[in-house]
């Protein structure tokens, strides 16, 4: 960061420099991603929004969020989609990251330039995930223990993106959470390794009748004009709130801040805004009784609260809610879905203060 930050440093390397860091912060957010899930899966906390799907849906997203190691690796990802639809009860985000994990397990045992291909088919009542590369291979010794926290092959120390090995416990995991299972194939050393991951198929009219449920509300949403709102931001890590804050400033938000339960309770009170994005985990009084104080506010009590947190149990939501908070996000905030709940909050601008 010091090159980037001396006038001294050229352009060119400035830029590289911002490359590097900008992938190494991409591979710390996936490695701390990954460790949270471990978390919540030992203490039962990792819940899945399950809608019917078809599998062949996500490939677009898959391909974007490989593209990086991809590249890094000079690999291409090679596709292999039958015609048939693939409809199941998934969670999209999560079957998005079974195949992600699956390939940058591929890419990474894999010689520099390697193909790897991803094929989804079919198998009776089963949706079937194939993940095949052409590297190194899995030792018939560690097959049974590969998909276990904190295994990884022997040359992986070799490796540029070593990880944690925890990557294939996760998909494991979010397999049998789907009623599904996962199985490791390997010949022999050298001669590459098949991922297989199996899910069930629900009727595809059970399909269709959902996305004919959904066509409607979406279109209402896209034709909605997205109104600037005023907001509060109560968070208190630096650079979560900066970033927040510049976030929904640049979707034309005006926005003001405060770094602990009491001043942003406060803050909330005096300014009024439209809304207020409140972490759960802060010093002084936490999130739950800011929102308490919001309710109890005949000024304020109006203010729509999202509540900010690393907890996504149906627990948890139900005990933000409890508090006061009307809607629940959990961390690392998606954008989208940011700006989709702003979209739909009813403004009230007459009885809101200007902030300042």
């Not at 999202?306 to 409890?322: H, M, P």
Request: proline share 5%; glycine share 8%.
């Amino acid at each position: 960061s010091s090159l980037v930050r001396d006038e001294r440093t050229p352009q060119a390397t400035r830029e590289n420099a911002a490359e590097i860091i900008e992938r190494q912060v991409a591979m710390t957010r996936t490695l701390l991603a990954d460790l949270l899930d471990v978390s919540r899966i030992a203490e039962g906390k990792l819940d899945l929004k399950l809608e019917p799907i078809d599998l062949r849906a996500l490939v677009d997203t898959v391909r974007e969020t490989t593209q990086s190691v991809m590249t890094r690796h000079e690999c291409a990802l090679v596709y292999e989609l039958g015609e048939e639809p693939l409809p199941l009860l998934g969670d999209a985000t999560r079957l998005v990251q079974v195949q992600v994990n699956l390939i940058h397990n591929a890419a990474k045992y894999s010689p520099q330039g390697a193909p790897v291909k991803v094929k989804l088919g079919r198998d009776q009542d089963w949706a079937i995930i194939e993940v095949i590369d052409l590297g190194i291979g899995v030792p018939e010794d560690q097959l049974e223990n590969i998909f276990k926290p904190f295994v990884q092959i022997g040359e992986s120390r070799l490796q540029r993106d070593g990880g944690l090995g925890v990557g294939l416990t996760l998909v494991k995991t979010l397999v049998e959470k789907h009623g599904g299972e996962v199985t490791a194939h390997s010949a022999a050393s050298g001669t590459g390794s098949i991922f297989r991951v199996r899910l069930p198929l629900i009727p595809l009219a059970a399909l269709e009748q959902f996305n004919q449920q959904q066509t409607q509300p979406a279109d209402a949403a896209s034709s909605a004009t997205v109104k600037p709102c005023r907001i509060v931001v109560v968070e208190d890590l630096d650079d979560s709130r900066q970033m927040l804050c510049s976030l929904l400033e640049l979707d034309g938000h005006t926005v003001c801040a405060a770094a602990d339960g009491e001043s942003g309770l406060e803050l909330i009170v005096r300014q009024l805004p439209d809304v207020a994005l409140v972490d759960i985990g802060l010093p002084g009084i936490d999130g739950h009784e800011v929102a308490r104080g919001v309710r109890e506010s005949p000024e304020a009590c109006c203010t729509t609260l999202i509540a900010l947190t690393g907890y996504g149990q149906q627990s948890d939501i139900d005990k933000a809610l409890g508090s006061g908070f009307d809607s629940h996000l959990t961390k690392p905030i998606h954008p989208d879905r940011l700006s989709e709940l702003l979209s739909q909050l009813p403004l009230q601008a007459p009885r809101h203060a200007t902030l300042t």
